[in-house]
């Protein structure tokens, strides 16, 4: 029986987009457990999601173009360190979200990469490609899943006995040195009110009638977004002053690492997560931003839609604008209420947490490598 020997991650990387918040929990509970890692991602000129303000870890080596697209003078895919990984003994290639991929350049390799390694897929998409499709070419050992529908449409393309199904994980809890309110001094954020976050990757305009009316009611909120770009800040506060003569307390321009992300929600007291009225999720879809705040300690109001079906009941969700108003009522004055909603996170953090997701992961390596 062959042993794991290193993982090759093939993704997004160091972005803030839904690939990123599966892998890098992963990946990271990986690197910590001894696991020899090499993540290959694409160049920050063509990134999949945001670019983070971060540095590369030393593992990671960026190699691609976003799907092997065209960009100035860059290769759309450089095969030297997936060869030299492989050479090295990296036994298990991983591949996140192959849409995004190169797909191409990477199937002219393929045959050198099954030569050397298992090659497992994980599923980002949420329906199926067309049945004429580069997709469908790879032959993979195993193809990961984490949604129940994305199985059923792998169903179609793959045997049933390469398909699995392995939960989308959260993130690890962060430990800081300051309590609340010193994060709050460290963050530049008052320490007398109480303080609503939302997220660059959401909705700002749809929520804020209600989050207006809510702050004209009780005097002690604050009202922050954080978003990508400054272009970003300047539409959200024209629209908002066009359509309420008003904006939020602060918008800000955030785009660095997601334990920065994990220190305002730490420091604030309630996140909304709001898609849009119009934006109801179609297909095998999810919210990777809940799955990645959800063991930060600060509950989480989300409307309700497709992208946070999964979290069944574990998550407090409201359907219209009154229930919206009633619900930030309640997590922000009702100790009570506030206490069972954490309690219901925790428990979906424990059953999603990136030890137990990883070590299904790998139990899955072990069984495709025993069968030679």
């Known amino acids: ?21 599966h892998v890098t929990p992963v990946v990271n509970w990986l690197v910590e457990n001894s696991y020899k890692i090499k993540v290959l991602t694409h160049y920050r000129e063509t990134p999949h999601g945001f670019n983070l303000n971060v540095e590369d870890e030393e593992f990671v080596e960026r190699c691609y173009t976003l799907q092997g697209k065209k960009f100035k003078n860059l290769p ?13 003994g990296y036994n298990v290639f991983v591949a996140e979200d192959l849409g995004m991929l190169p797909m191409q ?8 990469i099954k030569e050397k390694a298992k090659t497992v897929l994980i599923n980002h998409d949420n329906v199926p490609k067309p049945r004429n499709s580069i997709f469908w070419k790879f032959e993979w050992d195993a193809i990961v899943n984490f949604l129940p529908e994305q199985v059923e449409f792998m169903k179609d393309h793959y045997p049933e006995e390469k398909i699995y199904l392995v939960e989308f994980p959260a993130y690890p809890k962060v430990t800081v040195k300051e309590d609340k309110d010193d994060l709050r001094i460290k963050l530049k954020l008052p320490k007398d009110k109480k303080i609503i976050i939302l997220f660059g990757e959401y ?45 939020y307390d602060e918008i800000r321009v955030e785009i660095s690492s997601w334990k920065k992300r994990a ?12 898609k849009g009225k119009a934006k109801s999720g179609k297909g095998a879809v999810l919210s990777s931003t809940a799955f990645q705040i959800i063991g930060w300690g600060t509950p989480i109001l989300a409307r309700s839609n497709e992208y946070f079906r999964i979290f069944n009941g574990n998550l407090e969700t409201y359907k219209d604008e009154e229930e919206m108003f009633t619900k930030i009522e309640t997590l922000l004055n009702n100790d009570v209420k506030r206490s069972e909603v954490l309690k219901k996170q925790e428990e979906f953090w424990l059953s999603h947490h990136p030890e137990k997701v990883s070590l299904k992961l790998l139990r899955i390596f072990e069984k495709i490598l025993a069968h030679e």
């Open 203 to 247: 909705n700002f305009i749809d929520p804020f009638d209600v989050l207006k009316e809510y702050r004209k009611k009780y005097r002690d909120t604050f009202l922050v977004a954080l978003v990508y770009t400054e272009k970003d800040k300047e539409e959200i506060n024209r629209i908002l002053k066009v359509k309420f003569n008003e904006s």
């Open 105 to 112: 350049q990477l199937l002219e390799i393929f045959p050198k």
């Open 1 to 21: 029986m062959r042993k794991i020997k290193g993982i090759i991650f093939m993704s997004s990387w160091n972005t803030d987009g839904g690939v990123t918040r």
């Open 76 to 88: 759309s895919l450089e095969t030297k360190p997936i060869i030299l990984a492989l050479d090295e």
């Open 263 to 274: 220190e305002y929600v730490m420091a604030s007291d309630l996140v909304i997560l709001d």
